[in-house]
């Protein structure tokens, strides 16, 4: 099961401060579910990735995570999605981050 609480994210190209901030933006993102927000229903990340075998739920979490970190943080994109595996059977993704070109 992926642990989105645990989540690591690792900024590339970023001051400390904005690191901090994008950082702090995205955990918020991460850890609410689809559609608990009533002004924007589509903020967070759908959980139903949640039931499906190990492979498919990490592709899936990684494809949500991309999307949404395209729709609401504009100053980053994910270069790519890896997973620390636990001896609890939990996984850990460490998503790692790059400033958006200026084409975005």
């Known amino acids: 099961m992926i642990d989105v609480r645990r989540a690591v994210i690792k900024l590339d190209g970023f001051a400390e401060d904005d690191a901090e901030d994008i950082r702090r933006c995205l ?6 579910r689809v559609g608990e927000q009533p002004l924007d229903r589509d903020f967070g990340i759908d959980n139903s990735f949640l039931d ?5 739920a990490k592709n899936l979490f990684a494809l949500e995570v991309i999307e949404k970190t395209k729709k609401y943080e504009k100053r980053a994109e994910v270069d790519k999605v890896e997973y620390e595996f636990q001896k609890t059977g939990q996984m850990i993704p460490i998503i ?5 070109g200026d084409e975005a």
């Open 52 to 56: 499906r075998p190990v492979n498919i």
């Open 96 to 100: 790692y981050l790059k400033k958006r």
């Open 27 to 32: 955990m918020t993102l991460y850890s609410v």
